[in-house]
């Protein structure tokens, strides 16, 4: 477990447990249609079914928030985070940062790691620029009707 002081509330950050499930896919749809695309609710429970243990839940002051994962392929020596999203109510302060400081912390621990990477919209595309990632690939509607595809990359240090 991992817990931060962000604007003096606690912030936990905790394997995905299947009770958190229902809550999860409450704060998915709270991010459709601006983040993702209906369709994708689909998608966001076969990778809970196929990597929860790369997942986790993220509680503000003991309230379940939001969740972010990933993925290791040990093939090509990448790892690609996903599935981060928030309750918009929380967005905009520091804790989506926080998250994705989180797993890069998770990932340098990987001595075989050489890319990491993230898919992302035109809406995600800068705030993961500010990690240091760059688009390798843009397409159009890719997710759905104006949610574009930006896959990003950077090189682990």
């Not at 804790?95 to 035109?122: C, D, P």
């Amino acid at each position: 477990m991992c817990v931060a002081e962000i604007n003096d509330r606690s912030l936990e950050i905790t394997p995905f447990h299947p009770n958190d499930l229902k809550k999860l896919i409450y704060i998915f749809r709270l991010n459709v249609p601006e983040f993702f695309a209906p369709n994708e609710e689909v998608d966001f429970i076969h990778y809970l079914n196929s990597y929860s243990r790369n997942y986790f839940s993220v509680r503000y002051n003991g309230i379940l928030i939001g969740g972010a994962g990933y993925k290791f392929d040990r093939e090509d020596y990448t790892c690609s985070i996903s599935w981060i999203f928030l309750h918009p109510e929380y967005s905009g302060n520091g804790i989506g940062s926080y998250m994705v400081n989180f797993l890069l912390e998770l990932f340098s621990r990987e001595e075989a790691l050489k890319v990491i990477r993230v898919e992302t919209s035109q809406f995600g595309y800068k705030f993961f620029g500010s990690f240091g990632f760059s688009i390798v690939k843009k397409k159009k509607n890719y997710w759905g009707k104006g949610l574009d595809l930006y896959r990003m990359e950077m090189q682990k240090e």
